[in-house]
């Protein structure tokens, strides 16, 4: 069983950047698809980006297309969302995620498939 610590959140200006950063321990990181998903009050958890196991295909929402990257370190079981250009509406808590994948070349952008789940850090983009 893998645990999942998220950190890098803060508050920000809009246009500035931020890189989050997720841990992982417990588990061979490698198996896992990653994603990264983010939640506001009284709103559902809604996916940010999403990687693979195998490859590192990446999937994005259409919101931070262009603006955020994902990606992962299996050496370092680690996972990371550099993000640019950073706008008020990606205020939200971002929370790191773990699925055991049926398809090892792409990761799945539904959040109830995935199994564990870190803490979440806040990030707050003033405006």
């Known amino acids: 069983q893998v645990q999942l610590v998220e950190s890098g959140g803060g508050l920000v200006q809009a246009g500035n950047s931020l890189t989050l950063s997720c841990a992982a321990s417990?588990?061979?990181?490698?198996?896992?698809?990653m994603g990264w998903f983010r939640q506001t009050p009284g709103k559902e958890r809604e996916v940010v980006a999403v990687?693979?196991?195998?490859?590192?295909?990446?999937d994005y929402a259409d919101s931070v297309k262009g603006r955020f990257t994902i990606a992962r370190d299996n050496a370092k079981n680690a996972l990371y969302l550099q993000m640019n250009s950073l706008k008020p509406e990606d205020t939200a808590v971002y929370y790191c995620?773990?699925?055991?994948?049926?398809?090892?070349?792409?990761?799945?952008?539904?959040?109830?498939?995935?199994?564990?789940w870190g803490q979440g850090t806040q990030v707050t983009v003033s405006s």
């Open positions: 417990g588990g061979t990181f490698s198996s896992y698809g």
């Open positions: 995620a773990a699925d055991v994948p049926r398809d090892f070349y792409s990761a799945s952008r539904r959040a109830y498939e995935y199994d564990y």
């Open positions: 990687i693979s196991r195998f490859r590192g295909n990446t």
